[in-house]
């Protein structure tokens, strides 16, 4: 017996080495386990709600954690330690697949005010907002599942349907071109020049509202966008 939540056990998952597993439940944590032991590794706590669903990455370095709280959040299965959280859903997280290979997850809820499973791809060295996929005429899926070799996610309620993974997950053919130095350093006369407001460097650019194109990234791999904001020439 495995004894240490103080209240109903809803989801469990084991490690892929089989060495560990991960439960939630209605205590609002989540618990790491020896298996061979029974000794509680990690005891994981930053959920305000049900841990509804839990989830091992493929190579079992991280935790994915689902929660009625409408987050996911995601953990260091070494150590336990918190690594980020995944803001989206208006409701309450009850489905969290990952694919074969790592490099995305998708999340869903049953509510009928979160219609859309959500596509999260890995990025430089976190999990990122992807496409939106919508069905059902509103209501969100009670089941999902991503095929372990094709990569396309099962969504079902009343129904099953099947989307091909392809091209919600890869990068826009379209990319941000480089700009030279000689263009940032153009000289203007001064009626003419702009005052920077601010500034950010950015991993992505995303249209509001929602493009179907999805976000603009750059060309290279480990590139980053500058945004600045300009006052008008008056």
């Known amino acids: 017996e495995l004894e240490g939540h103080r209240e109903d056990v809803m989801c469990v998952a084991f490690h892929p080495s089989g060495k560990e597993l991960v439960s939630g439940s209605r205590d609002q944590t989540a618990i790491v386990w020896d298996v061979a032991s029974g000794q509680i590794k990690h005891r994981l706590h930053k959920h ?5 669903v839990v989830r091992y990455m493929p190579d079992g370095e991280r935790i994915a954690t689902g929660g009625l709280d409408k987050a996911i959040h995601v953990w260091n299965a070494t150590t336990g330690q918190y690594e980020s959280t995944l803001h989206g859903h208006r409701e309450g997280v009850t489905s969290l697949e990952l694919s074969a290979d790592g490099k995305w997850l998708v999340s869903a809820s049953d509510e009928g005010n979160d219609a859309a499973a959500r596509v999260w791809i890995w990025n430089l060295g976190r999990f990122r907002e992807g496409a939106l996929v919508k069905s059902f005429n509103g209501k969100g899926p009670s089941a999902l599942a991503v095929h372990p070799t094709t990569g396309d996610i099962t969504m079902g309620r009343a129904q099953l349907m099947v989307y091909e993974s392809s091209p919600l997950v890869e990068s826009p053919s379209f990319a941000a071109e480089n700009v030279t130095p000689e263009i940032l350093k153009a000289k203007t006369i001064p009626e003419l020049r702009l005052k920077v407001l601010g500034f950010a460097v950015v991993d992505q650019i995303v249209a509001w509202p929602e493009s179907e194109q999805g976000p603009l990234k750059p060309s290279a791999p480990e ?12």
Do not use: E, I
């Open 223 to 234: 590139a980053k966008f500058l945004v600045v904001a300009t006052s008008l020439p008056f």
């Open 48 to 52: 305000v709600n049900t841990v509804s």
